[in-house]
């Protein structure tokens, strides 16, 4: 079974200023990652995903993400966040191993809501 | 219309009504589902389908009975809900059943029981 935690339900910040949301997986088996958005009122957009390769992934909007395997995490990080950048953050993973019980079943966490400040 | 669609936005019923949910994906993809996203709760994953057959039901009350007639078309239709039942229900489509397919989703209809 896998399982995602984000560490934080709610992270405020000012606008311009950098910020972190951390997820953290656990895992039998290889896996793959990604960040989704969702607005108020809204449903869930894809920011970006892992699959293999490069563990710095880049997505939309100006977000990364980098995928450590060792500490089983894939934080999402913006350099310089916009009023527009409030929103509930979802980490979710999905099992990359064809045949496996949770294969293409995504395991999404608790969700972090951003707000960002004037 | 684009994207994935779902109707209605809203829906208020009591516990002994029928009423049914529509999702529509136009997308052409492959695979659709239903989650349930309640407050305070990840998002839960009730049923899967890939090429119009079932392929993952989460443990999900009978009262909710889902219905795949094609790829773009899934329905949920509820009986008997009960109050805990209360939640955002999103629909997703992706172009294969495999986890390293992106989920497109719907913009949800937010379900209250009284």
């Known amino acids: 079974a896998q399982s995602v935690t984000q560490l934080d339900s709610q992270v405020p910040v000012f606008e311009e200023a950098p910020v972190e949301l951390r997820c953290n997986y656990s895992?039998?088996?290889?896996?793959?990652l990604f960040w989704y958005v969702q607005y108020p009122n809204q449903g869930l957009q894809l920011l970006l995903k892992?699959?293999?390769?490069?563990?710095l992934v880049k997505g939309i909007n100006g977000f990364e993400a980098e995928f450590n395997k060792s500490q089983t995490s894939f934080h999402l990080r913006k350099p310089s966040v916009h009023i527009s950048d409030t929103a509930e953050y979802f980490c979710a993973v999905s099992d990359s191993n064809a045949g496996g019980t949770s294969y293409g079943k995504l395991t999404f966490g608790q969700g972090t809501i951003l707000t960002v400040h004037p | 219309e684009t994207g994935v669609t779902q109707t209605p936005r809203h829906l208020v019923m009591g516990m002994t009504n029928k009423k049914s949910l529509k999702c529509e994906q136009h997308l052409g993809h492959n695979a659709m589902y239903w989650y349930k996203q309640s407050a305070k709760k990840p998002l839960e994953l009730m049923f899967v389908y890939n090429f119009k057959e079932q392929t993952e039901n989460n443990s999900v009350p009978s009262r909710f009975s889902p219905e795949c007639p094609n790829s773009s078309h899934l329905f949920l239709h509820l009986h008997t809900l009960q109050p805990e039942d209360s939640a955002l229900y999103l629909c997703?489509?992706?172009?294969?059943?495999?986890?390293?397919?992106?989920?497109?989703f719907g913009p949800g209809t937010r379900l209250t029981v009284t």
């Open positions: 997703a489509s992706s172009q294969g059943g495999g986890g390293r397919y992106e989920q497109y």
């Open positions: 895992s039998s088996v290889s896996v793959y």
């Open positions: 892992y699959l293999s390769g490069s563990t």
